[in-house]
């Protein structure tokens, strides 16, 4: 069974940093594509950050691109997002997230994910 858990999220002040951690099982990670997504109340989720099985290849939203880094520890079957430089714009539930076998980060939002973690940047 496909388990995604995240954790990490908090309240923190504009410019500030925060590291979000999921933790998955159920699969080995590695060969699959996993991001991060993001929903803000009323608006639609989107894709944060997303890091490919093959080959590594990273992608960002150009909203944070220079701010969150995305990792993964294969060994620990983990997915990580650092972010930093917050700003208040970026206050959402963030979703760890596995893409379908055999898809990619273009189809990531149709692939599982976790329950969510709460970042809320605000002075």
């Known amino acids: 069974q496909v388990q995604l858990v995240e954790s990490g999220g908090g309240l923190v002040q504009p410019g500030g940093s925060l590291r979000l951690s999921c933790a998955a099982s159920?699969?080995?990670?590695?060969?699959?594509?996993m991001g991060w997504l993001r929903q803000a109340p009323g608006k639609e989720r989107e894709r944060v950050a997303c890091?490919?099985?093959?080959?590594?290849?990273?992608s960002y939203a150009d909203s944070v691109k220079g701010r969150f880094t995305i990792s993964r520890d294969n060994i620990k079957n983990s997915l990580y997002l650092q972010m930093n430089d917050l700003k208040p714009a970026d206050t959402a539930v963030y979703y760890c997230?596995?893409?379908?076998?055999?898809?990619?980060?273009?189809?990531?939002?149709?692939?599982?994910r976790g329950q969510g973690t709460q970042v809320t940047v605000s002075s």
């Open positions: 890091i490919s099985s093959r080959d590594g290849d990273i």
């Open positions: 159920g699969f080995t990670s590695e060969y699959y594509a």
């Open positions: 997230a596995r893409a379908r076998p055999g898809y990619g980060c273009y189809e990531l939002e149709q692939g599982s």
